[in-house]
């Protein structure tokens, strides 16, 4: 190995100088004068500056134009969901009034019976007291 082998400094060099020649080449070679050169690079420049505009505003355009679908769908479900709850709330009123409904004859009846039972008891305590009356006189 020689003193200017170097490994990696040796590949920089060769690259360098091959950077250097092929553009050393590529002038000799052009087919256009640097002034041409230089409108064709202009060109190609603003040519690509349209298509990335264009291309831009047709993003913009579908961003907005799926925000807008997005929209929508979440305003139509919101429509729904407030159906959906409000059949809820009508519902469970319903169930509220049966149930109030069920308490108050559930009352009603407890309280009939109740005091048919009462009757029926002060009725056989009356007679109790009428069948004990009429042994303590016979006695």
């Known amino acids: 190995m020689s003193a200017n082998d170097c490994g990696p400094c040796s590949a ?26 230089r409108k064709k690079i202009s060109e190609k420049g603003d040519e690509t500056w349209k298509t990335v505009k264009d291309n831009s505003d047709q993003v913009v355009k579908k961003s907005q134009d799926l925000f807008d679908d997005g929209k929508k769908a979440v305003d139509s479900l919101k429509g729904e969901m407030s ?51 009429k042994r303590g006189k016979k006695s």
């Open 83 to 133: 159906k959906v709850v409000d059949e809820g709330k009508k519902s469970i009123e319903s169930i509220r009034e049966e149930i109030v409904k069920f308490v108050e004859e559930s009352k009603d009846t407890v309280k009939k019976t109740v005091k048919e039972e009462m009757a029926a008891l002060e009725n056989e305590l009356a007679g109790k007291k009428k069948s004990s009356g």
């Open 12 to 37: 920089i060099k060769a690259f360098l100088l091959g950077a250097i020649t092929g553009a050393g080449v590529a002038l000799l070679f052009a087919p256009l004068t640097g002034e041409e050169t």
